[in-house]
């Protein structure tokens, strides 16, 4: 599969994920190319952080390489052929292939978007370099654990909470400068956004991670129950493990109570904004109604929202926004979302 240059930010964007290529096809025009080359590049940062057949210090340093590019602190490019061809698949192949253009387009930006994009693949990168080295030798028969609910907290926010941030400030420059808004309460609950999408991610994807020897879970907080991260590849681990997870969806719910009340914050004419915030909270809540259920532990099980699902809450939210059930369709499965 070939892709033309003015493809970078469509069908390649589609083909390396699908989930976000919705959301950004429904955004508007004048903020579309920004966010949607921002997760590209954050989407090769991360692809080449995750090609586990290369050795990390080489790993460490083609992401350290790309990330000095991307900043401008040098014009030099890392030559990637040899990680794309261990990449996981044509697409990301493709993304590590065609990251000269990637960062041609970032280099066209004005300089006031490329500014914003750099501050955020700044963060996101840090995170993956911080992960790379904490999880160093980590495997299924040697765990390594987050130490504590800072440390948490901190990778939630440099991973995503950090996206939440940069839409927040690319969006407001460019779709509703004039707009009477609480920018600090705005900023905030667009962190705890990206912070609630994550989480989410951490506790459907924890036993894969637990049997590549990571543990998202803060050894403090698992100790408290008499737990250690070892511990968490028994099945039988869960009786005792799940007050401790139902802790961390009743948080990673409240963040998203908070991206419900930020996309209601947003100005009501921004509609596709609106939209393009609200399908990912109704798909991340669905996700937490079911980890609240089914097995955690167990590996044969990984909670997944079917496309039919999808778009049910894609259908649903465009026909009832013009109505007073759209402000509900949320806190249908949001205990804590705002009335």
């Not at 991206?259 to 393009?276: D, I, M, N």
Request: net charge positive; charged share 25%.
């Amino acid at each position: 599969m070939e892709y033309r240059s003015d493809e970078l930010l469509t069908r390649l964007l589609r083909d390396v994920s699908r989930s976000f290529y919705l959301t950004l096809r429904v955004l508007p025009p004048a903020v579309r190319s920004q966010i949607g080359l921002a997760y590209l590049l954050a989407r090769t940062t991360d692809t080449i952080a995750d090609t586990e057949l290369l050795p990390l210090e080489q790993r460490l340093q083609q992401l350290e390489a790309l990330r000095a590019r991307i900043m401008g602190g040098t014009t030099t490019l890392p030559v990637l052929g040899s990680l794309a061809e261990k990449a996981g698949s044509h697409a990301e192949q493709v993304l590590l292939q065609r990251i000269p253009e990637a960062i041609t387009l970032l280099d066209q930006t004005p300089e006031a978007d490329r500014q914003l994009i750099r501050q955020v693949l700044e963060v996101i990168t840090s995170g993956q370099v911080l992960d790379l080295k904490r999880f160093a030798g980590a495997a299924e028969n040697r765990q390594i654990a987050l130490q504590n609910e800072e440390e948490l907290d901190d990778y939630t926010y440099r991973v995503a909470g950090c996206v939440g941030e940069f839409w927040t400030l690319i969006c407001r420059r460019h779709l509703f400068p004039l707009a009477q808004i609480d920018d600090s309460l705005l900023l905030a609950q667009g962190i705890r956004f990206g912070k609630g999408l994550q989480l989410i991610n951490i506790l459907r994807d924890l036993p894969r991670d637990l049997r590549q020897g990571r543990c998202y879970m803060p050894a403090e907080a698992l100790a408290k129950h008499n737990l250690t991260a070892p511990d968490l590849l028994k099945a039988e681990s869960e009786p005792s493990f799940r007050p401790l997870y139902n802790s961390y969806l009743k948080l990673a719910e409240q963040h998203l109570a908070a991206g419900w009340a930020y996309t209601q914050s947003l100005p009501w004419g921004c509609v596709r904004v609106r939209l393009a915030c609200a399908w990912p909270i109704l798909i991340g809540a669905r996700t937490l109604q079911r980890l609240k259920v089914e097995p955690v532990l167990d590996p044969k099980y990984r909670v997944k929202v079917s496309r039919s699902e999808v778009w049910t809450d894609i259908f649903s939210s465009v026909l009832f926004y013009p109505t007073p059930w759209w402000s509900k369709i949320a806190r249908l499965n949001l205990t804590d979302a705002p009335k």
